[in-house]
């Protein structure tokens, strides 16, 4: 299963776009908004086993009954917080 996922950050102090938390994915810069925010995107694939794929659907979309927006700043804010605890 090809796994796509989006993300939106917040840009550093200086305008750099800060990228997402690594964890062997690569994220690209899909676009950059004026509100100094960078939207990613990493395309990854998934094997499954045959029993769990309900459960893989799930964990694919973690926000499916929830709206985009606090999705997206819960993956900012996440973004944010790890970059500050980088820094220090």
Not at 7 to 21: I, N, R, S
Not at 32 to 39: E, I, K, V
Not at 44 to 69: K, M, R, V, Y
Request: positive net charge.
């Amino acid at each position: 299963m090809i796994r796509i996922e989006h993300t939106t950050t917040a840009d550093m102090e200086d305008g750099q776009a800060l990228p997402p938390f690594w964890d062997g994915n690569a994220w690209h810069v899909v676009r950059r908004f004026p509100n100094q925010q960078t939207l990613w995107r990493r395309i990854s694939l998934q094997t499954t086993q045959q029993g769990s794929a309900a459960a893989s659907c799930a964990e694919i979309l973690p926000a499916a009954n929830q709206g985009t927006n606090s999705y997206e700043q819960r993956t900012s804010e996440r973004s944010a917080n790890e970059y500050r605890k980088r820094s220090t």
